[in-house]
């Protein structure tokens, strides 16, 4: 089974402008979490989609938003950029997002805001 | 956002030695799980702990759930090169919830 996928691995963006990741989950896999990585704050919890729906969302500003399309795909995008959204965005997909489900990490997007 | 308190930050050790860390937190979780991440990648899970008290291994490594549901440990015994990384310890509420992550242990083996 293929893992799970990200796309761009690597972007850079200048300040106020906005940019979309996105991520293909393991096949089968219906839940979708996405997590930021900083050097400061490490790996934070940014929000998790199941069915197309949110289900529950991280302490994160309103400028980061996500969606999640039948086949399971998300995106995430986040607008109006900091320097500070400068991090490594994760995303992990698992089964039904239940407990006892392993979450399985993609390689992430490398995020660079100038 | 809450974090939990992991340590050692880093660990310098020689091949061959055994390592330990833990992680510790102010509430409890249901679940508790142990990553690696290499450079430039995402975090690969090691082990996967469900039940309070459980002790579980994957090869040299061995990891336990605290029975008060706030903390864990790894273990790695008789460590080799590969195993060179960053081990991020993760706590979980229910299946929905995000992973709340530990700053992790940068583990460094000298020749």
């Known amino acids: 089974k293929a893992g799970v996928t990200q796309t761009p691995r690597y972007l850079i963006k200048t300040r106020g402008q906005q940019v979309t990741l996105s991520c293909s989950p393991i096949s089968g896999h219906r839940s979708v979490s996405w997590y930021q990585q900083t050097p400061g704050q490490g790996l934070q919890f940014l929000f998790e989609y199941f069915s197309e729906t949110q289900r529950n969302k991280g302490n994160f500003p309103g400028r980061f938003s996500g969606r999640q399309f039948s086949n399971s795909r998300s995106e995430m995008n986040v607008s109006t950029l900091e320097l500070g959204d400068s991090a490594l965005y994760l995303c992990a997909s698992s089964p039904q997002g239940q407990g006892q489900e392993t979450q399985y990490f993609g390689p992430g997007t490398r995020l660079l805001v100038l | 956002g809450q974090q939990l308190n992991q340590s050692p930050q880093s660990m310098f050790i020689q091949e061959g030695e055994d390592v330990s860390m833990n992680c510790t937190s102010s509430s409890i979780f249901n679940t508790w799980l142990w990553y690696k991440q290499d450079p430039g990648e995402g975090p690969v899970l090691l082990i996967a702990l469900y039940k309070a008290g459980e002790l579980t291994s994957n090869g040299r490594l061995t990891a336990q759930f605290g029975i008060t549901r706030k903390d864990s440990f790894l273990n790695i015994s008789a460590s080799i090169p590969s195993d060179v990384g960053i081990y991020f310890c993760?706590?979980?509420?229910?299946?929905?919830?995000?992973?709340?992550f530990g700053k992790g242990t940068h583990l460094i083996i000298q020749p």
């Open positions: 993760a706590g979980q509420l229910g299946g929905a919830d995000g992973l709340t």
